[in-house]
């Protein structure tokens, strides 16, 4: 990349400067995104310790297909409001990088709107968890070979249900400052 290359890809828009509601909210969705960063390493050893015990022992461990799933699941959801605050959800910007040198105001209302679809979209994702999670919940529901090995489904079913809300309102928080571009944009003109 040239020197000279004019980075116009802003990757993380921050709060405001004094906000400690801001400094908070950064440092949750950081929080959220360093747990799922650890769970990925540790759905790495689960996998390679049951690669091993099927080259030792011709067997396969309990829980890790399962346990897999569930995982790599939760490191999605934990991570996706980061993905979302540092702008790296895969979408067309080709039309929106030209839309916001020619008319950034209708570029952020554009920006904004896909911020709400989004909101809406990982909204409902987050509204339809509480239901499995109340029901794994109620019934104890588990993974796993009773009396070889379990695990109660419910902590990861919070954690699934915590990062899709976290993720929705990150999304409104893009979406509000979308709106205060669009506004700012429309004052300077």
Not at 75 to 83: C, M
Not at 93 to 104: N, T
Not at 105 to 120: E, K, M
Request: overall charge neutral; some cysteine.
């Amino acid at each position: 990349m040239p020197a000279d290359h004019e980075n116009t890809h802003n990757p993380v828009r921050p709060q405001r400067p004094g906000s400690a509601v801001g400094r908070a909210w950064q440092w949750l969705v950081e929080g959220f995104a360093a747990l799922g960063t650890v769970l990925i390493g540790v759905l790495m050893v689960i996998i390679c310790a049951d690669i091993v015990a099927r080259n030792v022992m011709g067997a396969s461990l309990p829980l890790v297909s399962e346990l897999g799933a569930l995982l790599l699941v939760m490191i999605v959801a934990l991570q996706l409001a980061t993905t979302i605050r540092a702008d790296r959800l895969a979408r067309t910007d080709l039309f929106l990088v030209g839309l916001k040198e020619s008319h950034p105001r209708i570029a952020a209302l554009l920006s904004a709107f896909f911020n709400l679809v989004g909101a809406t979209m990982i909204g409902l994702i987050a509204y339809a968890s509480i239901r499995i999670l109340g029901k794994d919940w109620s019934s104890a529901d588990y993974i796993g070979i009773v009396g070889i090995a379990t695990l109660p489904t419910w902590p990861f079913r919070a954690l699934i249900l915590a990062g899709m809300t976290v993720a929705a309102l990150e999304f409104m928080v893009r979406m509000i400052s979308d709106l205060r571009s669009a506004v700012t944009q429309e004052a300077s003109s």
